[in-house]
């Protein structure tokens, strides 16, 4: 690889040099810088990191998860010569001489690990999650084994865990009154589905309004989220077809993917080289025995990671789909609302057309406070989905209450209520986040992922530090969703903040000061403030797998 | 539900379990095998094929969990599968709220054994966002109902009795589906020759009747997904609101619209 005598930016597609995503590097010895231009790809800067984890921190993850797995094993032991009584359910008498129900390592995490800190899940509360929500305080007396409840309220938690983009989670104001109203008169079940007897005249106002705020010819919309990757992909794509998905896709997505019948491959996360040389080589080989060409190629690709924070390389991945004829499947499950300067998503953020995304997927219960979601699309993909969907011939449709929470929100976005309260949620929303962002990496945490994602993940680690941060944030009022195993790799647990447009900045100075505070208590400031940059893995041969059902 | 199945499990499904099933079935990665609709004979042999080659690879059996799924009353003929005959015991019941709660969802029940496994590997619940409290509240309300007044169901019983013999009888069109089942089928008694046909024949008749003041709708299945498809049919569905006047009236329309379309 040449070093480079000045900076130079790189196109996409040709990264052949020494310039990887064409990111711009200084002479050696200066600051490296992230900004990425790309050609004129990029019309704004792409500042993207995940900073490497230290060497002794993995090393003490490990550790910790050793002597973890050591006492697991010494405790199920001694359950099972009775020395420790066996609290965890059973199978019954009548039943023991089956095949056993659970593997035994599933259980060993569930029993051993998880149970240990299990009181930072599952806490439940008991108000709308806006800005701030109450939670009903529950104790244990055998290790997290049973709960109770103490009946007391804890009142007024900085909620940091609710995606709440916009802060249309309000229990007052025209969103709940439009809904209320609708309530009394359509009632909340629908007790149908779409093709049968359960098409109302809202459906068809939600999704004429969807369309029109994405910009597309045409909308539709399903009562799940979660149902409307894993019911319409396979819808769109079968056997013969292959599916290029992105590492880090969500479940909704992957199964999506299986029950299609279609082949699946699998690109390193964001990386443009990865998905660029998946599809040469499919158009090059075509289908593994046959040699036939592909009968479609989709691109599986989401808005924002939640997991990882960061935020897909449209640009590129448009002129890739562009290049080699396939097709673009974009989830914005939580990037609509919270991204682009009039909240239209990641399309908007990069100043693209929406046009150039076939599917474009996302849900409801982000950013707009329900519950749902919907594909937008060309109308011929749409009038097909309405007849072929999984989700229009049997699932029950969305309830008319819900219906109007939406309708109500994306009019509040748009402008169309005639106030400008949905513009200044954007702008309030995407200040939050660069403030956010800016104070923690100022404090010295590792933060991943892009500059202007609202969801802020900040890396844990170790076992231990988990449930002891879940725990502290709470003794100190503020509301936090610890992540760990399996959701993410075992030694990158994280705490996820999810940062809304109703924090003030009162708020967000109260969160920091505790977050700081913690932070110092667990030791959890790991950063060594050195900035790595993008995406410098080296390109190797095992880009791919290749699983088919 | 099914994801804590690998690929060494064995479910045995009836053949008209609906759609939702098949695809958690298929989700599930496992061996699918199918048995004649409330056929216990059927379910019988392929359960005694199974011990002969479990006999035969005795560690292979060791490790092969088995499941019987089968579905309270069947969407898609109205009748009820032999529960006292199938097993004593029922380890997971899976309920819809969405018909009779009139409220959006679903939930499991069960031992806490097998319940608690759901809440850490149950994809539909781990990575899918909650009910929306209204809906909850809602489906509360409902089963508040139900506890509070277990009249309605005698109600509903002789009501669906009462229609269910009300359209027996009627030429060019048979009822499917138990006199106690609150949603019956009416097949054409004798297909035109393709299912397109049929389809658009029995259109008419709900057409004919939307327009005299009482909704039917078609059942509407995606025809090359389903294992086994089932005929075309319309829906009638009897909730307890309706009166017997009402029933009565359904029940003369329909059969006028038949006389007149389908002769």
Redesign the interface.
């Given at each position: 690889m040449e070093r480079p005598e000045r900076p130079r930016a790189n196109g996409c597609g040709g990264a052949h040099g020494a310039l990887r995503n064409g990111f711009v590097r200084g002479p050696p010895g200066t600051q490296i810088n992230h900004i990425v231009h790309n050609g004129g790809l990029y019309k704004r800067p792409f500042n993207e990191a995940f900073e490497e984890t230290p060497m002794l921190v993995a090393v003490l993850t490990y550790v910790g998860y050793g002597v973890l797995t050591l006492f697991g094993y010494l405790r199920d032991f001694m359950r099972q010569w009775k020395i420790e009584k066996c609290q965890n359910?059973?199978?019954?008498e009548e039943q023991k001489d089956?095949?056993?129900?659970?593997?035994d390592f599933?259980n060993f995490y569930?029993r051993n690990l998880?149970m240990r800190i299990r009181d930072s899940w599952?806490r439940p509360i008991c108000s709308v999650p806006g800005a701030k929500v109450d939670m009903m305080e529950r104790v244990s007396h055998d290790y997290n084994w049973t709960f109770t409840y103490t009946g007391r309220v804890i009142k007024d938690i900085i909620n940091m865990g609710s995606?709440n983009y916009l802060g249309f989670a309000q229990k007052t104001g025209p969103c709940q009154e439009a809904?209320a109203k609708v309530?009394s008169q359509y009632?909340?079940?629908?007790?149908?589905?779409r093709?049968?007897?359960g098409n109302l005249d809202k459906h068809e106002e939600l999704e004429k309004l969807v369309a029109r705020f994405l910009g597309v010819e045409s909308a539709m919309a399903y009562?799940?989220?979660?149902a409307t990757n894993?019911?319409n992909i396979p819808a769109l794509v079968g056997k013969g077809c292959l599916i290029l998905s992105d590492e880090l896709n969500?479940?909704?997505l992957v199964?999506g993917a299986?029950?299609s019948g279609a082949t699946i491959r699998i690109f390193k996360h964001n990386n443009m080289q990865s998905l660029e040389k998946l599809l040469k080589d499919a158009i090059v080989h075509g289908q593994p025995r046959t040699r036939r060409p592909w009968k479609k190629i989709l691109i599986l690709v989401e808005g924002i990671y939640s997991m990882e924070g960061s935020i897909v390389r449209l640009p590129e991945v448009i002129a890739l789909k562009k290049k080699y004829k396939s097709y673009l499947y974009l989830d914005e499950a939580h990037s609509i609302g919270a991204l682009g300067p009039s909240g239209r998503g990641v399309v908007e953020y990069f100043g693209l057309s929406p046009e150039d995304v076939d599917v474009m997927m996302g849900?409801f219960?982000k950013s707009f406070g329900?519950?749902g979601g919907y594909i937008g699309g060309k109308k011929e993909l749409i009038d097909y989905l309405r007849t072929?969907s999984?989700s229009a011939?049997?699932a029950?449709s969305?309830?008319p209450?819900?219906v109007e929470q939406i309708i109500t929100s994306v009019k509040c976005i748009m402008g169309e209520d005639g106030t400008t309260v949905g513009r200044a949620r954007v702008q309030q929303l995407a200040e939050n986040t660069r403030y956010f962002r800016r104070r923690l990496k100022e404090m010295g945490f590792i933060i991943y992922g892009n500059e202007d994602s609202p969801v802020v993940p900040l890396m844990l680690y170790m076992p231990a530090k988990i449930g002891a941060f879940g725990r502290e944030m709470l003794k100190r009022n503020i509301g936090v969703v610890v992540v760990g195993f399996p959701a993410t790799p075992i030694i990158e647990s994280r705490a996820r903040f999810c940062l809304s447009a109703a924090h003030t900045k009162e708020m967000l100075d109260t969160a920091l000061k505790e977050i700081n505070e913690v932070g110092d208590l667990l030791q959890l400031k790991y950063s060594r403030r050195r900035l790595v940059p993008l995406l410098d893995r080296p390109f190797d041969e095992t880009t791919y797998e290749e699983t088919e059902? | 539900m099914f994801n804590?199945l690998?690929r060494v499990c064995y479910i045995y499904s009836d053949e008209a379990a609906?759609?939702?099933i098949q695809?958690g079935l298929?989700?599930s990665?496992s061996n699918i095998k199918l048995f004649k609709h409330n056929d216990m004979a059927d379910l019988e042999r392929l359960l005694k094929e199974q011990e002969t080659e479990d006999q035969k690879n005795p560690r292979k059996?060791?490790?092969?969990?088995?499941f019987i799924v089968v579905e309270g009353l069947y969407m898609n003929t109205g009748d009820i599968c032999p529960l006292p005959e199938l097993i004593d015991d029922i380890d997971l019941i899976s309920a819809n709220m969405?018909?009779s709660?009139?409220?959006?969802g679903g939930f499991c029940c069960g031992?806490?054994?097998?319940i608690?496994?759901q809440?850490?590997?149950g994809?539909?619940y781990?990575?899918?966002?909650s009910?929306?409290p209204?809906?909850a509240a809602?489906a509360i309300e409902a089963l508040n109902i139900m506890e509070d007044n277990p009249d309605i169901f005698q109600t509903l019983r002789t009501k669906c009795e009462r229609i269910h013999k009300a359209l027996q009888g009627i030429s060019g069109l048979k009822v499917v589906g138990e006199s106690f089942s609150p949603a019956l089928h009416l097949q054409l008694e004798e297909s035109c020759g393709s299912r397109e046909n049929d389809v658009k024949l029995l259109k008419r008749v709900v057409d004919y009747c939307m327009n005299s003041g009482i909704?039917l709708?078609?059942?509407?299945?995606?025809e090359k997904?389903e294992k086994c498809l089932p005929p075309p049919s319309i829906?009638v569905v009897i909730t307890v609101e309706q009166t017997e006047q009402e029933l009565d009236k359904a029940a003369s329309l329909l059969k006028e619209a038949a006389q007149s379309l389908l002769n």
């Open positions: 359910a059973t199978e019954r089956f095949v056993p129900l659970y593997q599933e569930n998880y599952n995606y809904a309530l009632g909340a079940g629908v007790c149908s589905t093709q049968e007897m009562g799940m989220g979660f894993s019911m969500h479940a909704s199964l299986r029950l849900t219960t329900a519950a072929y999984h011939a049997y029950t969305m309830s209450p819900v059902d | 804590k690998s609906c759609f939702a695809k298929q989700a990665r059996a060791r490790v092969t969990r088995r969405e018909n709660l009139a409220s959006i031992r806490s054994f097998i608690d496994h809440r850490l590997s994809q539909g781990c990575f899918s966002a009910l929306p209204l809906l809602a909704a709708t078609q059942a509407r299945y995606l997904e829906r």
